[in-house]
């Protein structure tokens, strides 16, 4: 019942984005362009990172079946796209033989199989189908918001900003001055889903062998964040300095609707904020930085891995705070509500799955409590921030600082204790 109300609630989400989507935009939906994939180039998404993840649930030669099955249908509409002379985008050849492996394994599981069998394939299918709808939902979404919201907050954020000292700018110039590094930054920014892949495998390697999922993992909190998160898109539509305040992505072409072209070189004057107004193709997806939430839940769980799959953890996370910065995507409290946020999910969700314990529901409400009033202080006291930086600066570091902290406090206090190694009793010398 569960899982059959959670599938009706995302069904119905799912619906109501199409629609939108049409009213709106005049575009296809989630659904239709998950649905046109099944013959059509598809765009570049995750469709072989959510392969991977139903393949969990598979032995080594299904997986084998699964994935063969895969490459062989891709390779199929390559040939016939290359015979027919189909004009296919660049970077779009591969990722329909995912798809179809995915849901011949959906039928597979109907048809052939019974019981716990079937019940654990059709969680793996809805695991991977997950991931890959997640991206055209989020991409529907972030449309919804550069429609309806016209005006944009940036320069209320730009001025609390004052209070971490501009961190946007001072990244964005020495990126400027590193040169080889931007293209690192620029990939780890645009493949955040790999990693999360990566460090989910990690996580549910067992589950073929065990016959059910662990009790908590890395997609769950991925999937939750991108559900709630881009909500607060619609409460507080802010598009990123290198658009409020810069040439936007593409050369000149964002200046017409910039406040002013000041960055990365020149911080913008302490000057009292208002909405402005700003084009409808730019997504108000800043506030708070999920991609740096989802970073943060990468390096969450990647503590528990292998000490490769932490040391990627942690340079997955630092490159993206550094990305997001360096390329002018997020002001610096964009980032520290992000890292609220991330714990704050992370917590609800441990906290559920302890039993509702005390402590947990003191965590989720002070963080939720938190986040709040970063936000409430982004929106009303943006020229207080700007005006004594030594005073808010601190005190928003310290409010962040004291999430981290007791969410690390509290998760660890609900771990196995290990008891001590018994030291062998010395044993009487033989007279």
Not at 41 to 70: E, H, N
Not at 293 to 315: E, M, N, V
Not at 371 to 392: D, I, K, T
């Amino acid at each position: 019942m569960l899982w059959a109300t959670a599938g009706l609630v995302a069904l119905g989400f799912l619906v109501a984005l199409e629609i939108a989507a049409r009213h709106y935009g005049g575009v296809p939906g989630p659904i239709t362009n998950q649905a046109r994939e099944v013959l059509f180039p598809p765009k570049p998404g995750p469709l072989y990172g959510g392969l991977a993840l139903m393949m969990v649930v598979l032995t080594w030669r299904q997986r084998f079946i699964a994935a063969g099955f895969a490459v062989g249908v891709d390779a199929v509409f390559v040939l016939v796209r290359w015979a027919v002379d189909a004009d296919v985008p660049e970077g779009q050849f591969f990722g329909n033989g995912a798809l179809w492996a995915m849901l011949g394994c959906a039928v597979f599981a109907i048809t052939r199989r019974t019981g716990a069998e079937r019940v654990l394939l059709l969680k793996g299918v809805g695991l991977g189908l997950l991931l890959v709808a997640g991206r055209k939902t989020g991409d529907t979404w972030l449309l919804i918001t550069a429609k309806t919201r016209p005006t944009v907050l940036d320069p209320y954020v730009a001025m609390a900003d004052h209070a971490l000292g501009n961190p946007s700018w001072l990244a964005g110039r020495l990126l400027e001055a590193s040169g080889p590094v931007s293209p690192v930054l620029d990939l780890v920014y645009a493949q955040l889903a790999v990693a999360a892949v990566a460090v989910a495998l990690y996580q549910l390697r067992n589950v073929a062998t065990e016959r059910r999922f662990p009790r908590h993992h890395l997609v769950r909190t991925f999937l939750l964040i991108g559900l709630v998160g881009p909500a607060f898109y619609m409460i507080f539509p802010v598009v990123g300095p290198i658009f409020a305040y810069g040439p936007g992505t593409s050369g000149t072409g964002g200046v017409q609707w910039a406040v002013a072209d000041l960055w990365p070189h020149t911080p913008p004057p302490i000057t009292v904020p208002h909405p402005v107004p700003y084009d409808g193709i730019t997504p108000r997806n800043c506030m708070p930085s999920l991609h740096t939430a989802w970073a943060t839940t990468i390096f969450i769980h990647s503590r528990k891995g292998p000490r490769l799959l932490r040391y990627a953890g942690t340079f997955w996370l630092t490159a993206t705070l550094g990305a997001t910065l360096g390329f002018g995507y997020h002001y610096g409290v964009d980032l520290l509500a992000g890292v609220v946020f991330a714990l704050t999910i992370e917590a609800a969700l441990r906290t559920y799955d302890h039993g509702w314990h005390r402590s947990g529901v003191q965590l989720v409400a002070y963080g939720t409590a938190v986040f709040g009033a970063l936000l409430v202080s982004y929106r009303y006291l943006p020229m207080e921030m700007a005006a004594h930086p030594w005073v808010y600066g601190p005190l928003v570091m310290l409010s962040t600082a004291s999430v981290i902290y007791g969410y690390v406090r509290t998760t660890g206090s609900w771990e196995p204790k290990t008891p001590p190694a018994l030291r062998p009793e010395p044993q009487p010398e033989m007279v």
